[in-house]
Nanobody
Framework: VQLQASGGGLVQPGGSLRLSCVAS????????IGWFRQAPGKEREGVSC????????YYVDSVKGRFTIYGDIGKSAVYLQMNSLTPEDTAAYYC????????????????WGQGTLVTVSS
């Protein structure tokens, strides 16, 4: 199983980015795919995740109404659309996968992609 995250970058406050996570070696429909972030000196935080079976999504309170997670099973990809970004969103963002997982607990995820850095600054 391999996960390839991309789409990070430098953006001004109020701006938008879309992160992509392309998976290989898995059938997304059987997995929970999550996005996590980790800022320097802070614990890794569950940002959002999607369960294709059951078609459910999860968002941490701090991103509700600003971030949207969605997937394209045909492309084996999951995206995180991030709008109205603030400096507090600055972190390395990781995508992760598991057959069963708690969306808020990174320790329950099995497979991890490399991080993509998001910097929100003027």
């Amino acid at each position: 199983v391999q996960l390839q995250a991309s789409g990070g970058g430098l953006v001004q406050p109020g701006g938008s980015l879309r992160l992509s996570c392309v998976a290989s070696g898995v059938i997304l429909g059987y997995y929970v795919i999550g996005w996590f972030r980790q800022a320097p000196g802070k614990e890794r935080e569950g940002v959002s995740c999607i369960r294709f079976s059951g078609n459910s999504t999860y968002y941490v309170d701090s991103v509700k109404g600003r971030f949207t997670i969605y997937g394209d099973i045909g492309k084996s990809a999951v995206y995180l659309q991030m709008n109205s970004l603030t400096p507090e969103d600055t972190a390395a963002y990781y995508c992760a996968a598991a057959r069963g997982a708690s969306c808020s607990d990174y320790r329950t995820f099995t497979y991890w992609g490399q991080g993509t850095l998001v910097t929100v600054s003027s």
